[in-house]
């Protein structure tokens, strides 16, 4: 009996089968038009590339904090970078890179590669800045990614303990009455202690001489040894010199009190009807160069954000005097930030600062 050539296979046994009467045998059920269909689909899906974050991070992760070790930005990429470490299974790295205001740290972020290996914990004076400054080395709206605002920093009313004023009504009082015995300080020109300032004297339609320092532990030096009279300064390092009893808190500057400084009122809701809706407060976030991959920074907010709710990042946070911002996506942080760069530009323009 003939047999077709190519289909009869000899089993160990020695026995003989055709193999075209067995079900795995389909010479011809897929057809031509099938088979090349096939191999077409292949084809495309080799070319089509994996999603951007597949495999990411394959290898540490940088922060760059634009401010000296201790500043809130610092701080929040220390404790975010801890735990960022143990989600992502890689090393995640916090560099110092300081100068003119966060502006070194920032534009050298701001020229890194777009991959999400380099990344930039800035803080408010990156939106500051550009109400400041006639010309920086980068747009902080346009050449970065937002991922996440991780922390907010409430700004405080210090003065010397023992400085005659029973509450923020008679300091005003006072500095109205002879504005010329006082001086305030500031943590630099440009910064938002001196912005605080500045919006304060401008809604009280009041001129005072203010001292631009090198930062704010040499400004709250000098303010306890009474070389100047009053400062705004952020909670993180306003408040352990107040628990001291080395200075006084008169007031916060937001809408109402704040937990991390008990029995302090909030300005805007003194009976200064100057001050209403009062608020000045500090923000630290997190950004990618411009252009990385959405994938990316929407992994990276979700783990943060999945961080900073959790109970115990929460409490060490509080610990440092920072607050956690609210949960938000980079959407949201995107618009935040052109909020905020607003706000500045009005708070300059109102005090009329000239821009350096």
């Known amino acids: 009996m003939p047999r077709t050539r190519g289909t009869m296979r000899t089993l160990a046994s020695g026995d003989a089968i055709d193999i075209r009467r067995h079900a795995m045998y389909r010479p011809s059920s897929l057809g ?6 096939f191999a077409c689909a292949a084809t ?3 070319a089509v590339p994996a999603a951007a974050d597949d495999g990411y991070p394959a290898k540490p992760v940088r922060i ?7 500043n809130s930005s610092d701080v929040a990429a220390r404790f975010l970078g801890e735990q ?6 890689q090393p995640v790295v916090v560099e110092n890179k300081v100068g003119a205001s966060g502006q070194v740290g920032a534009a050298y972020v ?26 920086i080395p980068f747009d902080i709206l346009e050449d970065f990614t937002p991922i996440a605002r991780v922390a907010v920093a ?22 109205r009455r002879d504005p010329g015995r006082y001086t305030y300080a500031t943590a630099g020109s440009g910064t938002i202690q001196h912005l605080a300032i ?13 001292v631009p320092y090198k930062g704010s532990p040499q400004a709250l030096t000098d303010l306890i040894g009474g070389q100047v009279q009053f400062m705004f300064d952020a909670v993180l390092s306003g408040r352990p010199h107040v628990e001291s009893g080395r200075l006084k808190a008169l007031a916060v500057a937001s809408l ?7 029995g302090v009122p909030a300005a805007a809701r003194s009976a200064l009807p100057e001050l209403k809706d009062f608020e000045i407060e500090g923000w630290v976030g997190l950004l990618g160069p411009k252009g990385m991959p959405a994938e990316i920074a929407g992994r990276l907010n979700r783990e943060i954000v999945a961080i900073l709710t959790s109970p115990e990042m929460q409490d060490r946070l509080a610990k440092a005097n920072i607050a956690v911002a609210p949960a938000n996506t980079p959407q949201e942080f995107a618009r935040f930030l052109r909020t905020d760069a607003k706000r500045w530009k009005d708070i300059v323009a109102a005090a009329r600062i000239p821009q350096e």
């Open 64 to 70: 760059i904090a634009p401010f000296p070790p201790g």
């Open 154 to 175: 409430p700004m405080v009313l210090l003065v010397r303990a023992d400085a005659p004023y029973a509450n923020l009504e008679d300091f005003v009082a006072q500095l």
């Open 32 to 37: 031509p038009r099938l088979l090349a269909a």
């Open 198 to 210: 500045a919006a304060f004297l401008a809604r009280l339609k009041t001129d005072v001489l203010g």
């Open 44 to 46: 495309l899906a080799a």
């Open 84 to 89: 960022l470490a143990a989600r992502l299974k």
């Open 110 to 135: 701001a020229k890194a590669d777009a991959d999400g290996y380099t990344l930039l914990m800035t803080s408010t004076s990156a939106t500051i800045s550009p109400a400041i400054y006639k010309s």
């Open 256 to 262: 109402a009190p704040i937990p991390q400084m008990p």
